[in-house]
């Protein structure tokens, strides 16, 4: 039997129900993010902590380290990184800091929303498909009364593939970032112009 290939079904990037769903970030698309809250806010992020708690292999720590003054990383499954390996969502609360910034696992992404603001003193960021943004059940439970304060909408195609890191591939499936941002109140969409050539260095392979 031949692949179903068409833009709707590749889009829909299904994971099994006990998946780590390891779909390592580009390091462009969290620089992206970062540059801008930089250009939007008067934050100081040099002088902030994040915390990214669905770590991976360090492909989007290692950007964030770039604009944070320091930041906190773990996983649930040890990836061979050297980041600690910690349950976010079960056992208790992690300590307080400035940012958390994810890609969380699809199917616990509202879980990992909502932890996230428990322990985030400036502001939330994740990384999801698009296609997050819809549903009734997902609207009642998070969107309702915890709308982002921004969307950022990737004008390009962010590539991740299973399991490992590359510059090459293509994708059916779009992906935003979710920003909830305390000193900005009220809900936007933005648009983020094509800009992966101007932040993607070649030695954000070199970890892949």
Known sequence: MTQNTSPAV???RREAHDSLDDFPTPPWATRALCEWIVRRSIDKLTGMTAREPAANRG???RP????????EAADVHDYGAGYAVQDYLFGPAPSLVDWTITNPPFRLAEQFIDRALETSKVGVAVIVRTAFLEGVGRYERLFRNLAPT???QFSERVVMHRGKLSP???TATAYCWLVWHYDHPGSQMHWLPPCRKFLEVPEDYQHA
Do not use: P, R, T
């Open 10 to 12: 590749m889009a829909q």
């Open 59 to 61: 492909h989007m720590v």
């Open 150 to 152: 921004d969307v950022l």
């Open 168 to 170: 090459k591939g293509s």
């Open 64 to 71: 964030l380290q770039e604009y944070f003054g320091s930041v």
